[in-house]
C-alpha cells in the first residue's frame, strides 16, 4: 500500500474520535491546528517503541498499538493532565505494509483512543526495516493540578496503584527464563496492553503533592521523584503489592529484587501529605477507579540513600537503585 | 553513555534556550507543562528521519541534527505560524551513544534551535540498530492567519520560494548517479541544511490563501494544495527557478523531471490572491527573506488533470503528478 492510502484508510479514521470540537485542523496538512481550553496549560508527552527493544518481533499491531499509546497516555496520568489528541509517527517495515497488519493496528490505537475520546491530529509515515513508532500525546491540566516530580515533601505518605513487577515478570516469560504456563494471562496483559491511570492522575491533581508513572522499574522511578525533590524514602518491602503469580515466582526464585527493577508497570507512584490522607480515601471509596491503591512507605530526609528498605530480603546495595538501562 | 548521562549532558542544555517564557515545566518530569499564550491556536507537526532513508549513513550528526528540526520548522512555516518549542525522540545505535557524536548531534540542533528562540521540552532516548529521530515541533498561529492547503481560489497566482530540486539533485549525486564535483556547495547545503522559511511563513499570514511546504516534490505537494482546495493549476515550466547547477544538469541529461518530482526542498509553494498582489511585492520589496520569490502559474478550475504543464519538455503524463513514495 502507498503511504497517502495507507493514511487514508487506516488513520484518518482515527482522526473522528472524540468530541472535543477543539481540532481546527488535522490530519491532511502540514500541522494540526488546535484550539486552546482557556485557563489550561498544554501538557506534551513522547515515547517511542522500537521493535525487538519494547516488544517481541512477533506481538501483534493491535497489541504494539495499544502499548504504544497507551504509554503515552501513561505519562499525561502522571501529570494529571486529561488526554485531548496525539501524533504518530511510524517507520514500517515492508511486512508491516499489508493490509491486515494495518488494520490490526488501526484497531488497537481505535480501542484504547477510544476510551479516552482522543483523536489522531497528525504524523508521519516512513520506511524502515525496524518497525519503530513515536506517539507524543497531548492533554490539558489546570495550573493548581499539575502532579510533578519535584513537590515530595517529608513526612508524605508513599502510594502506588495496582500490583508492582507483572510486566517484567511477563517479559521474563517472553525471554524463556520463566514458564510462562505459571503466570496468569493478566500479567502478559500488563505487558502487552497497559491501563493508563488517567482517572486516578484527574483525581489527585491538588491533591498529591508528586506523581510518577512507574515504567523504567519501580526503584529507578522513585528514584527519580526523590531526587527531584532532594528527600529519601523509606519503603516497606513487605507492603509492595504482588500479584499471586509474582509472589508465586519470588517463591520460587528468591529472585526477590525483580519486580522492583524491571520495567513495563504503567502504574502510578505517588506521595500525600497527611492532610490529605482521609480526602483521598473518602475519594477512592466513592469512585471506582479500577485498580487498587497501596500505601507502601514515607518521605524522609535526604540520607546519602534514597531508598531505605524495611522488611527488604537479601538486600543487595548495588542493585537497590538500578532501573531498566537502555544502553 | 546512559541513558541519563546524554539527557543531562548533551539535551538539558538545550532546553535553555529561547526567552518565551512560556515552559512551565521542561525536560525532567513525565511530560512539558506549556502556558498558551491568549488568543493564539497551537500548531503541531511532526516528521521522522530514518538513516539510510532520509539521510546516507556517513551524515554528521551536526547535519542529521539540523535536517530533523529543519523539515519540522517548515511544516510550521508552511502553516503561518511562529515555533515556540519542540520534542525529541532519538534511537541511537551503539556507533551513536559515544561523546563525539552527540557532541556534534547537539551542536545542529542548538544551531537551527537558537535561530528561531525554540527550547527542547521533552522526549525519549532508546536503542535501535539504525538511527531514526522523531522530533514534534510546537508553534502558535493566530486564528486568521492559518496557512491551508485547501483555500486555494481559482485565479490565485501560484509562488514557489528559492530554488526547486536542489534536494534531489543532491541525492543523485550522493547515490553517484551525477558527478558530484559538478555541483555548486549549495545545491548540498539544501540537502543536509535545508533553511526553514518561517519568516515567510509569518507574512503569508492573512495574504496568501494555501500554502505548503514542498517536501515530497513540487508537483506531489502541489497537488495536495489542489486535491484539497478542488482545483487545478497551470504551471509555465520555463518560469520554475532552478539553480545553475541544476541547469547544467538538465542540459547533460534532459532530465527535466528530476526537479519537479524529487523531494527535499523545503520551499514554501503558496498561492495569491489578485487582491493581495501589490501587497505582497511591497512586502519582500520592504523585507529580507534571506530567499527569492517565482511566480511559477496560476490556479484554474478543477479539470481531470491537476497540474496543466506549458512550455514543458518531454512531457510524460505517468510522471506528472508523481512525488516521493515511500514504499
Request: glycine residues 8%; hydrophobic residues 40%.
Amino acid at each position: 500500500m502507498s503511504e497517502f492510502s495507507i493514511i487514508d484508510e487506516f488513520f484518518k479514521p482515527l482522526g473522528l474520535i472524540g468530541h472535543r470540537h477543539s481540532t481546527d485542523i488535522g490530519i491532511g496538512d502540514d500541522g494540526a491546528v488546535i484550539s486552546c481550553p482557556e485557563g489550561k496549560k498544554l501538557v506534551v508527552v513522547t515515547d517511542t517503541l522500537v521493535e525487538g527493544v519494547h516488544f517481541p518481533l512477533e506481538t501483534s499491531g493491535y497489541d504494539i498499538a495499544w502499548k504504544a499509546l497507551a504509554v503515552n497516555l501513561s505519562d499525561l496520568a502522571a501529570m494529571g493532565a486529561e488526554p485531548a489528541f496525539y501524533t504518530l509517527c511510524l517507520s514500517l517495515p515492508q511486512r508491516c505494509t499489508d493490509k491486515s497488519f494495518l488494520m490490526d493496528f488501526a484497531a488497537g490505537l481505535k480501542d484504547l483512543a477510544s476510551k479516552y475520546g482522543v483523536p489522531l491530529v497528525g504524523g508521519d509515515t516512513t520506511k524502515s526495516d525496524r518497525l519503530t513508532l513515536t506517539i507524543s500525546a497531548h492533554g490539558w491540566v489546570d495550573d493548581t493540578k499539575v502532579l510533578r516530580r519535584d513537590a515530595a515533601q517529608v513526612g508524605d505518605k508513599i502510594y502506588v496503584s495496582g500490583n508492582i513487577g507483572d510486566g517484567a515478570l511477563a517479559l521474563q516469560a517472553l525471554l524463556k527464563k520463566y514458564d510462562a504456563a505459571l503466570l496468569s494471562a493478566t500479567v502478559f496483559d500488563k505487558f502487552y496492553r497497559p491501563e493508563p491511570r488517567i482517572k486516578l492522575g484527574l483525581a489527585l491533581g491538588g491533591i498529591a503533592h508528586a506523581a510518577i508513572d512507574i515504567s523504567d522499574g519501580f526503584i529507578a522511578d522513585l528514584e527519580h521523584i526523590l531526587q527531584a525533590s532532594n528527600v529519601s524514602a523509606e519503603i516497606d518491602y513487605a507492603a509492595m503489592p504482588f500479584s499471586d503469580s509474582m509472589k508465586q515466582y519470588l517463591q520460587a526464585t528468591h529472585d526477590a529484587w525483580l519486580p522492583l527493577t524491571g520495567g513495563d508497570d504503567y502504574e502510578l507512584c505517588f506521595t500525600l501529605p497527611e492532610s490529605q490522607l482521609a480526602g483521598f480515601e473518602s475519594v477512592i471509596e466513592k469512585e471506582d477507579f479500577g485498580v487498587s491503591f497501596h500505601s507502601i512507605g514515607s518521605i524522609v530526609p535526604r540520607t546519602e540513600r534514597g531508598v531505605v528498605w524495611k522488611n527488604a530480603p537479601n538486600l543487595d546495595e548495588s542493585i537497590s537503585t538500578k532501573g531498566y538501562e537502555h544502553f
